[in-house]
């Protein structure tokens, strides 16, 4: 207002941040204000370095536990993504697919760790009475009984892969041409008939499944730790080593690049002669897969689960895979790693039971400036 | 439901059919699409009249009890209404404007937390201030719209589907917010949310208590109860059942209100872009204010409707608030079919009926003939099984885990609905975004109204039968 008289030279020059602000850089703006944001933790982060605030150690540990976060997300997201962009619809269900792994591995590996000594339906149950053993009294740890644990680990996959598979039958093949919508609307109702379904049989109550974690004391020196949790490092080579062989599968094998093609534009996939519901099959394969693993490993990791450890990962999931831009594997990745860190380097800042919300908002702040997410352009490669 | 439905036409059959409430205009060749109240009313009335009859004849003839009976018709009566008004709430977004919300526990969560946080004790802990209740209710309806105004006027652009789980996002955080150690108490007040253990306020429902205490009315309460009493109702029944009636006021009056926004230009500009937003803002219609408007409405009825029912109770807490909340009132919905007020009503009664309070039912029934004396885990359902005693099985399920069932009830209606009959049960009376019958392009010259804007378009939107134009008209693939 008061600037009128200054002369030509500022009035210009406010036209012109004017113009620059009006309409297509609101969401500029918006961008900048977000930039400003990271731009002002980082500088505060260094600052509490420096001055001893707060420990680098500790620093380290949350980036850690984000880097474990992020892999079981991204896990559980390369699935998401995939079925996003081939089937063309947000699974509300996939977050299921996770406790269907987590419940089917951990039964398998029960019924082979206590075989022969305790009921069969003592074990696959995780041990309804009193009476039955606790995962501690079964050895569930890797040491104790490997075997038990990595056959758990292939069952997870396979009968989430089986499970999902049958959804498809049942539910999303009457549906293949339905809007996505109503594909969501109907994985809604997937979502709460699987999960309840499990709920029956093994109650809402929390279970316990691992025995403690073995830790590795004595570690390389150029190892930055100080102690290894054994549990955690089979998540970690696990996770990594499927997501490099979901990358090879897809970059060097004709049913990669399918699926690929199919991502890309579904119309032209059928008219090359791709056969789309074997297609459709191999998706459902590969994120069931994953999904269950990923439910099986955080599991093993954190002991404690019960039948909602899928759907409230869920949202953290989609905003992962959101973030990544959909269609993009490599996106999910990208945004995997962001939401792991952002639940745990917020931590710095917020008490721990906001980090989520911070993941969440993170999700609607970058959705509002980059409505296709952070790597939207890119098609799933 | 009741198989012979009046209307075996779409709405925009008018003809003999003056709305009794909508004095202008009763010539009956008009071609203008008017509500039609009586017909629709009817519907309702069928509906519910049926249900409490099936439940009455099956709660007598099970054994259950004539008073448990009662009960579970009480209570059904109850959240139809609470569901008919979160449907009727969500038809605004989702069936009129295509906006595919689904935190809608988010805004239910806003406008109770608001209400208590008005009305507790400033001696509570957390403190409140002490506002009379009907303060609370608006404060909290406006709280919830102001909430979805400042959601929707950033995420407007987003797809629907992306949209979708933005509300989603949001709905968990206002949760994970009121849930939160850090919120229990804001900064150095006494004033918060409580965290974990949620407010303590007094309930909306303590309203009738109150009215009961009035000179006049009271009086006539007074006489209410004693003749309650002489037939066997407890006072607290029929308080109960009064605050049941005072919603069934406020579903009439959201029924009315969202009635005549649907056949206001106002309401034809939001049906003109759930078809196709872009054609609507190529005919030079402000879509992006419409969505915004019609979005923080339907936000602040959201927030109404859980002041209504969470205020109900004597504590809320964020375990109120879970997603599932969300889904049942879009269960309740889409069982109805989207786009139709009183589908939303019907929908959400028999939601409230079958899906909602049916297990429960159940479990009564099977309380009053096996007894309760089950096995608690699913193992030892399978080892009473496997000794032959099937009825352990069937207890274990109907009895000890009642609520899952309805889960999984709740699931398969969701999915059988949208592959059998995506549009709802009453799907096809989805009005079309006209404001004159375009199937009788004759009257239109002489009875119609000059037809708003939209009207190019529906020409398409009245033929739609496929669900991708009915979906969301932003969503772009």
Not at chain 1, 353 to 365: G, H, P, Q, S, V
Not at chain 2, 166 to 184: A, D, K, M, P
Not at chain 2, 209 to 218: A, C, E, K, N, Y
Not at chain 2, 324 to 341: D, M
């Amino acid at each position: 207002m008061g600037v009128g008289n200054t002369g030509k030279g500022v009035s210009e020059f406010v036209d012109e941040v004017r113009d620059r602000l009006s309409s297509p850089s609101g969401q500029e703006l918006f961008a900048l204000l977000i930039v400003l944001g990271i731009v002002v933790l980082a500088l505060d982060l260094v600052r509490r370095l420096a001055t001893g605030e707060m420990a680098f150690g500790r620093l380290w540990r949350y980036t850690w536990n984000g880097l474990v976060d992020s892999l079981y997300i991204a896990l559980a997201a390369i699935g998401l993504s995939m079925t996003y962009s081939i089937l063309r619809f947000a699974n509300f269900s996939h977050g299921d697919l996770v406790t269907t792994g987590a419940f089917s591995g951990w039964a398998v590996a029960w019924l082979i760790g206590g075989w022969g000594v305790y009921g069969i339906g003592e074990l696959v149950l995780f041990s309804p009475t009193a009476a039955g053993p606790t995962g501690g009294e079964l050895g569930m740890n890797v040491l104790a009984s490997p075997v038990a644990i990595l056959v758990g680990l292939v069952a997870a996959a396979l009968l989430t892969v089986a499970i999902a598979l049958a959804i498809d039958r049942l539910v999303y093949r009457r549906m293949r041409n339905a809007s996505g919508i109503s594909l969501l609307i109907a994985s809604v109702g997937v979502a709460l008939a699987l999960r309840y379904i499990i709920g029956v049989f093994w109650t809402v109550e929390s279970h316990s499944a691992t025995a403690s974690a073995p830790i590795l004391e004595e570690i390389p020196a150029w190892l930055p730790f100080e102690r290894l949790n054994l549990h955690e490092l089979t998540l970690v080579v696990t996770a990594v080593g499927l997501i490099v062989g979901l990358h090879l599968l897809l970059q060097y094998t004709k049913l990669g690049k399918a699926m690929r093609a199919m991502a890309d534009n579904k119309d032209l996939a059928l008219i090359t002669g791709i056969p789309t519901e074997r297609v459709i099959f191999a998706t459902w394969s590969i994120g069931a897969g994953l999904a269950g693993v990923a439910g099986y490993l955080i599991v093993l990791d954190r002991g404690q689960f019960s039948i909602n450890i899928g759907w409230f990962l869920l949202l953290l999931i989609f905003a992962a895979v959101i973030l990544g831009g959909i269609g993009s594997i490599y996106g999910a990745l990208v945004g995997s790693l962001v939401i792991g860190l952002t639940i745990n380097v917020s931590l710095v800042w917020i008490p721990a039971d906001l980090n989520e919300i911070a993941a969440f908002t993170l999700m609607i702040l970058i959705l509002i400036v980059k409505p296709d997410g952070l790597l939207g352009g890119v098609e799933t490669a | 439901m009741s198989g012979a439905d009046p209307n075996g036409d779409p709405e925009t059959d008018t003809a003999g059919v003056p709305g009794d409430e909508e004095p202008d205009e009763p010539e009956e060749s008009s071609a203008v699409i008017r509500p039609e109240w009586r017909s629709d009313l009817l519907l309702v009335a069928k509906v519910v009249l049926a249900t409490y009859v099936g439940f009455f004849v099956v709660g007598v003839l099970s054994g259950a009890g004539v008073n448990a009976t009662i009960g579970t018709i009480q209570s059904i009566t109850f959240f139809g209404a609470i569901f008919a008004l979160g449907a009727l709430a969500l038809n605004l977004h989702w069936g009129y404007t295509g906006m595919f919300n689904i935190g809608i526990a988010g805004f239910m969560a806003i406008g109770a937390y608001t209400l208590s946080i008005a009305v507790a004790s400033p001696d509570g802990s957390p403190a409140g201030f002490g506002l009379p209740i009907p303060v609370g209710i608006v404060l909290g309806t406006i709280a919830a719209g102001l909430a979805g105004l400042v959601l929707v006027i950033p995420t407007l652009r987003v797809r629907a589907d992306y949209f979708a789980i933005v509300t989603l996002g949001f709905s968990e955080i206002v949760r994970l917010s009121v849930q939160s150690r850090s919120l229990r108490e804001i900064g150095d007040t006494a004033y918060g949310t409580g965290g974990g253990q949620g407010i303590r306020a007094t309930p909306v429902d303590s309203v009738v208590g109150w009215l009961f205490d009035q000179p006049i009315v009271g009086d006539v309460g007074g006489v209410l109860i004693v003749l309650g009493e002489t037939v066997g109702i407890a006072s607290s029944v029929l308080e109960r059942g009064i605050y049941t009636l005072v919603l069934i006021l406020f579903v009439v009056a959201f029924y009315v209100l969202l009635t005549r926004i649907a056949h206001s230009p106002f309401g034809r500009v939001l049906k003109a872009i759930r078809e196709d937003e872009l054609a609507a803002k190529s005919l030079g219609k402000r879509t992006d204010r419409a969505k915004i408007a019609a979005f923080a409405l339907g936000c602040a009825l959201m927030g109404l409707v859980g002041t209504l029912w969470m205020g109900s109770r004597t504590h809320i807490s964020p375990d109120n608030f879970m997603p599932l909340i969300t889904f049942y009132v879009f269960v309740a919905l889409i069982v109805g079919g989207a786009g139709s007020n009183t589908g939303s009503v019907i929908g959400g009664f028999v939601f409230a009926a079958f899906i909602f309070e049916g297990p429960r039912f159940v479990r009564t029934m099977v309380r009053a003939n096996l007894g309760t004396d089950f096995p608690r885990t699913a193992h030892g359902a399978f080892a009473e099984l496997g000794a032959g005693d099937p009825s352990a099985l069937i207890g274990y399920v109907f009895y000890q885990q009642a609520d899952e069932v309805r889960y999984i009830v709740l699931g398969v209606v969701l999915i059988v609905v949208m592959i059998k009959r995506p549009d709802g049960l009453l799907g096809h009376r989805k009005e079309i975004s006209a404001g004159v019958d375009l199937s009788r392009r004759g009257a239109v010259a002489d009875g119609g109204r000059p037809a708003l804007g939209s009207d190019d378009r529906s020409d398409a939107a009245g033929e739609t039968d496929d669900p991708a134009a009915t979906n969301g008209g932003d969503h772009d693939e």
